[in-house]
């Protein structure tokens, strides 16, 4: 009788999903859309802020998935998801994979001036610190914070969703893609392929750079006279950028204007700012919790639930990522 070396283990993979107290809503859409329960989770804050975190179920060889939107107040909710995958670590989970729909600190990815922090790498840093593997977020505010963490990073797009939905509600040979900045060029032409070619306008700005949120000079260039145009952003903060790029596009003869964007922050005077613009419309997915006091007539909120599902889903079967995207990342 031989002998057999090793001893195989039985079972199969196991996904596990975990949710911090963000954004609840998101993460139970994306269970169900995967067919998965959450996995039953103790958090609650001491009295002088420490968060605590335990989970009620062994975690022991899964496949883990933490979710958690990075909205106000963002820290607090950065520091649970890292305690969670710390924790995950020491429970002897096998992959970890961090879901951060909207990854904080992505505005500040690289150095304006002298003695300014790259507070993006460091986030990075911290998850790869505390346990994970692997990174799924949406719409980073560059593509090179990619190359922050150190493992895979699926980078998912929300510009299907959102085209989809333009593509049904405007006559797209009367409209103009507009980049509200040069940053957004690259997306902006994405965004004209898909929707067959349409034209292209930049709006140039300049910022005051001793003033957080503040531009002071707004130029477009390109065509937008009789046009309407679709400003594209990755996020909308307080909203002010947003609303002059939109009185520039009206100054130079446009006929309408609408806005996409794919995390609403929505800080500070940003309803009122878009509530009362000449902008028809704001396409917004939910990325970040907007609660029913941020919710005005012109919004518009699509779901990124299946986009998430689908990506973890092709993640932990193995799959391809960027075949959802066209090869993109």
Same mark, same amino acid.
């Given at each position: 009788?031989?002998?057999?070396?090793?001893?195989?283990?039985?079972?199969?993979?196991?996904?596990?999903?975990?949710?911090?107290?963000?954004?609840?809503?998101?993460?139970?859409?994306? +269970? =169900?859309?995967?067919?998965?329960? /959450?996995?039953? &989770?103790?958090?609650?804050?001491? #009295?002088?802020?420490?968060?605590? %975190? !335990?989970?009620?179920?062994?975690?022991?060889?899964?496949?883990?998935?933490?979710?958690?939107?990075?909205?106000?107040?963002?820290?607090?909710?950065?520091?649970?998801?890292?305690?969670?995958?710390?924790?995950?670590?020491?429970?002897?989970?096998?992959?970890?994979?961090?879901?951060?729909?909207?990854?904080?600190?992505?505005?500040?990815?690289?150095?304006?001036?002298?003695?300014?922090?790259?507070?993006?790498?460091?986030?990075?840093?911290?998850?790869?610190?505390?346990?994970?593997?692997?990174?799924?977020?949406?719409?980073?505010?560059?593509?090179?914070?990619?190359?922050?963490?150190?493992?895979?990073?699926?980078?998912?797009?929300?510009?299907?969703?959102? +085209? =989809?939905?333009?593509?049904?509600? /405007?006559?797209? &040979?009367?409209?103009?893609?507009? #980049?509200?900045?040069?940053?957004? %060029? !690259?997306?902006?032409?994405?965004?004209?392929?898909?929707?067959?070619?349409?034209?292209?306008?930049?709006?140039?700005?300049?910022?005051?750079?001793?003033?957080?949120?503040?531009?002071?000079?707004?130029?477009?260039?390109?065509?937008?006279?009789?046009?309407?145009?679709?400003?594209?952003?990755?996020?909308?903060?307080?909203?002010?950028?947003?609303?002059?790029?939109?009185?520039?596009?009206?100054?130079?003869?446009?006929?309408?204007?609408?806005?996409?964007?794919?995390?609403?922050?929505?800080?500070?005077?940003?309803?009122?700012?878009?509530?009362?613009?000449?902008?028809?419309?704001?396409?917004?997915?939910?990325?970040?919790?907007?609660?029913?006091?941020?919710?005005?007539?012109?919004?518009?909120? /699509?779901?990124?639930?299946?986009?998430?599902?689908? #990506?973890?889903?092709?993640?932990?079967?193995?799959?391809?990522?960027?075949?959802?995207?066209?090869?993109?990342?």
């Amino acid at each position: 009788m031989s002998e057999v070396s090793g001893i195989k283990a039985s079972g199969q993979k196991k996904l596990m999903l975990f949710s911090g107290r963000a954004h609840p809503d998101l993460a139970k859409e994306v +269970a =169900d859309n995967l067919n998965v329960e /959450l996995t039953p &989770t103790s958090a609650y804050d001491f #009295a002088n802020g420490e968060t605590f %975190v !335990r989970f009620l179920e062994s975690v022991r060889g899964s496949d883990a998935f933490v979710i958690q939107s990075h909205t106000a107040p963002i820290n607090q909710w950065i520091m649970e998801q890292l305690i969670m995958v710390d924790a995950l670590k020491r429970a002897s989970a096998k992959r970890i994979t961090v879901v951060a729909p909207f990854f904080g600190y992505a505005r500040q990815d690289k150095k304006h001036r002298g003695r300014e922090p790259i507070s993006a790498r460091l986030m990075a840093d911290l998850f790869k610190t505390a346990g994970a593997d692997r990174l799924i977020t949406v719409d980073l505010h560059t593509a090179q914070i990619q190359g922050f963490f150190d493992g895979p990073v699926d980078h998912l797009f929300a510009l299907n969703i959102l +085209a =989809d939905h333009f593509e049904q509600r /405007l006559d797209l &040979t009367q409209v103009t893609m507009v #980049a509200p900045d040069a940053g957004r %060029v !690259r997306v902006t032409e994405r965004w004209s392929d898909r929707l067959g070619g349409v034209p292209m306008a930049i709006i140039h700005k300049k910022r005051d750079p001793d003033v957080a949120n503040e531009v002071k000079v707004f130029d477009v260039v390109g065509e937008v006279r009789g046009r309407t145009c679709v400003i594209v952003d990755d996020m909308i903060d307080t909203g002010g950028t947003i609303v002059k790029a939109a009185d520039a596009l009206f100054d130079q003869g446009a006929t309408k204007v609408v806005v996409a964007a794919t995390h609403g922050v929505l800080s500070g005077p940003a309803v009122d700012r878009l509530k009362n613009s000449r902008i028809s419309e704001v396409v917004l997915t939910d990325t970040l919790p907007i609660p029913e006091e941020k919710r005005f007539d012109k919004l518009t909120v /699509l779901p990124i639930a299946p986009l998430v599902a689908q #990506a973890i889903h092709e993640v932990f079967s193995d799959g391809s990522v960027t075949s959802l995207f066209g090869g993109h990342s």
